[in-house]
């Protein structure tokens, strides 16, 4: 609106400096002199007038072809953001989800798979006596008693049997009440986790002892 003002003005300032510049002419015909002196006075002041309102009207087309860019890169920055945020998502992820039971995370690993570990071995300055001979195994120590697969509780299996905690011990009742009893020692290793190791090395502490019908 403003430039559209300034327009204005200098276009009624431009019909009344044409008006003036020819009326000189007719005024110095009839030999006024003071007149025209006058006229030329006025027609210098709209001329002064007529070139600030032609500057002003530069510096307001400069000012609105600077809010336009300053407008458009505004838009362009606003825009690089949006795109770099979205570029900043994290993807999403396709593949198949594992899913872990809460039992099969609290189980240990199975005993046999486990790396065996060895004592080092003693010096010659640490022999031990001939009359006093230590034999060191792997093996579960035996107990007085075999246990019984088929009749003992968990907290019995997981103190008898070497690498069986209370967990694996509770598996093996609810496999004995779902399956029913066991044949042998060696129907442990139906049981998830157990196995031919752990069954050797437990061997003399277990037994099956077949139900009457």
Do not use: C, W
């Not at 640490?126 to 075999?146: F, G, K, L, M, R």
């Not at 139906?190 to 090395?201: C, H, L, N, Y």
């Amino acid at each position: 609106m403003m430039v559209e003002g300034y327009r204005y003005k200098a276009m009624v300032a431009s019909i009344a400096l044409a008006t003036i510049v020819s009326a000189p002419t007719v005024n110095a015909q009839a030999g006024d002199s003071e007149g025209m002196a006058n006229l030329v006075i006025q027609v210098q002041e709209l001329q002064d007038e007529v070139r600030m309102l032609r500057g002003r009207l530069e510096e307001q087309t400069t000012e609105l072809e600077n809010l336009k860019r300053r407008q458009r890169d505004q838009y362009l920055d606003l825009d690089r953001r949006i795109s770099d945020m979205r570029n900043a998502q994290p993807v999403t992820s396709t593949g198949p989800v594992v899913s872990t039971t809460p039992q099969q995370a609290a189980e240990p690993a199975p005993a046999e798979d486990a790396p065996e570990v060895r004592a080092p071995m003693q010096s010659q300055s640490e022999v031990t006596p001939i009359d006093q001979p230590v034999v060191q195994s792997q093996a579960a120590p035996v107990s007085a008693d075999p246990i019984d697969i088929n009749t003992a509780d968990a907290a019995t299996l997981a103190s008898a049997i070497n690498g069986v905690g209370e967990k694996k011990a509770a598996t093996i009742v609810e496999y004995r009440n779902t399956h029913g009893p066991f044949a042998s020692i060696d129907d442990l290793a139906s049981i998830k986790g157990i196995g031919a190791a752990t069954i050797d090395r437990n061997r003399d502490n277990l037994t099956v002892v077949t139900p009457s019908r």
